[in-house]
């Protein structure tokens, strides 16, 4: 019912900037919550950073100061600004969408949570 494109992942130097996208689309009626969580090799998955409805932004310690997330409300996007990257920033990073969609032929809605199919990103000289 609700799909997610990721985009903007790549290769990048250290000390370098990425931009990544993630559009959601499908019968939706709100979204609460958006956030990008990443996996590092042999890594649990771990919240990177997250924004609300009301635009309260939640981040891991580990990229406060260089990360920086935002949203498009009307094109349910959600990006994620990365600057001074470093190695240990290389994971495949992955958007979620947590909200409500329309139920079909309804006037009901349901709760959805989304992940999206992940992009690399890959810090290296």
């Known amino acids: 019912q609700v799909q997610l494109v990721e985009s903007g992942g790549g290769l990048v130097q250290p000390g370098g900037s990425l931009r990544l996208s993630c559009a959601a689309s499908?019968?939706?009626?709100?979204?609460?919550?958006m956030g990008w969580y990443r996996q590092a090799p042999g890594k649990q998955r771990e919240l990177v950073a997250q924004i609300t409805s009301g635009g309260s932004t939640n981040y891991a310690d580990s990229v406060k100061g260089r990360f920086t997330i935002s949203r498009d409300r009307a094109k349910n996007t959600v990006y994620l600004q990365m600057n001074s990257l470093k190695p240990e920033d290389t994971a495949v990073y992955y958007c979620?969408?947590?909200?409500?969609?329309?139920?079909?032929?309804?006037?009901?809605?349901?709760?959805?949570?989304?992940w999206g199919q992940g992009t690399q990103v890959t810090v290296s000289s």
């Open positions: 499908g019968s939706i009626f709100s979204i609460n919550e």
């Open positions: 979620n969408v947590d909200g409500l969609v329309l139920v079909a032929g309804t006037t009901y809605r349901t709760h959805f949570n989304s």
